[in-house]
């Protein structure tokens, strides 16, 4: 690795660039949000705020990121087809978060923009060191896209979940990236990614609990286009093992979330799509965390599986067993999470209380963001 002081430099002013102008912008798309009426009402046992919160505040991601990316970055025509698919993300998101879109015209939006990444030359190559055929590579690319727009649009359920999961994902493969470098791809995957990081930087403090703002479907979707449409472009086109191992780690949080609720779905009877209270985050508040609490695990848990990716790539003799103790770990939590029973002394403490002290911690309930739709 061989890191040029001026290209450090350029990522740093990215980053520095996309938070300055994600977090100037925020409070000006509350305001938008409240004008076109995007406000999510809580109407639900999912939805743990109790007034009208402003969404659509992953606009403001999105301004700092694109505007971060064509001051600093380079434009190809694979980076063509990612920022076309991600400007019909975000239009889709901004529709759904102001009318409340049905969840199949959205899965149609979201096959459209990535196969338009597909199409642009950025598809998974290789896997697991094998070369894949076109008419294997060219579904399984998009199926991967969509899958991780939706993952992370699952996992958005608590105040700064999403936004930081996608911060600290994004960071590491920003890393990965770093290690990689002088490679020209991995170079310009390092500017998509300080950009990503940045703008998730300047958002969170706007949606930290209690959020004064929602990211909305139109930042869940746009984040998780952009993080699964980088790794296929920057680590799934190598024939080494990492360029399958790093991102499924990198992603671990979301795609365990959503290969979980699918299953759960399905094993009910209902559609994959369909809502639910089901998810990795409402479990941990089940069990008696708080939301900042269940955040700070699930901060945890993608740093953990961040880390791993990261000596994963820098240290290859021993990736193999990094990867299996990383999977077994998450896994033994996930088992603990979904299986687990409910706090006890959350329990008791709530059957001992009086009632005017049940409605006082009724009150202090914490928020959920609003588009955990899905």
């Known amino acids: 690795m061989v890191l040029d002081p001026y290209f450090l430099y350029k990522i740093g002013l990215t980053l520095l660039v996309a938070a300055a102008i994600s977090f100037c912008t925020t409070p000006l798309i509350k305001l938008l949000a409240r004008k076109v009426g995007a406000m999510d009402v809580p ?27 064509l001051i600093f970055g380079e434009i190809n025509r694979e980076i063509q087809g990612i920022l076309l698919g991600a400007v019909i993300i975000i239009i889709l998101g901004v529709l ?39 008419w294997l590579s060219y579904p399984i690319s998009v199926i991967w896209i969509v899958a991780i727009t939706n993952a992370v649009n699952f996992i ?50 706007f949606n930290f609990n209690p959020a004064s703002i929602f990211m909305g479907d139109t930042g869940s979707t746009f984040l998780g286009f952009m993080l699964a449409s980088v790794s296929i472009f920057g680590l799934f086109k190598t024939y080494a093992v990492i360029s399958f191992a790093v991102p499924f780690l990198v992603l671990g949080l979301p795609i365990f979330d959503i290969c979980f609720a699918v299953i759960r779905r399905l094993a009910k009877g209902q559609s994959p799509m369909h809502a639910d209270r089901g998810h990795v985050h409402h479990r941990l508040i089940d069990m008696g965390f708080s939301q900042k609490q269940a955040v700070a695990i699930s901060y945890l848990l993608s740093a953990i599986l961040g880390l791993s990716a990261v000596v994963l790539t820098d240290r290859g003799e021993i990736q193999a067993l990094i990867f299996l103790a990383a999977v077994v770990v998450v896994g033994a939590i996930g088992v603990g999470l979904i299986f687990g029973k409910r706090h006890q002394l959350k329990e008791s403490e709530s059957d001992s209380l009086p009632q005017s002290d049940e409605s006082e911690q009724t009150r202090d309930t914490q928020r959920e963001e609003p588009h955990d739709e899905n």
């Open 43 to 69: 109407k639900d046992e999912r939805r743990m705020h109790h007034r009208p919160i402003p969404r659509m505040g992953g606009l403001a991601i999105f301004l700092g990121f694109i505007v971060s990316f």
């Open 96 to 134: 759904d978060d102001i009318l409340t879109l049905k969840a199949l015209p959205k899965f149609l939006v979201q096959l459209v923009a990535a196969v338009i990444v597909v199409l642009h030359g950025c598809r998974i190559e290789h896997f697991l060191g094998f070369s894949l055929p076109a």
């Open 156 to 205: 958005d359920g608590l105040d700064g979940l999403a936004a930081g999961v996608s911060a600290i994902s994004a960071g590491t493969m920003l890393v990965v990236a770093l290690l990689l470098v002088p490679d020209g791809t991995a170079m310009i995957s390092a500017i998509l990614l300080a950009g990503i990081v940045g703008a998730c930087i300047g958002f969170i403090p």
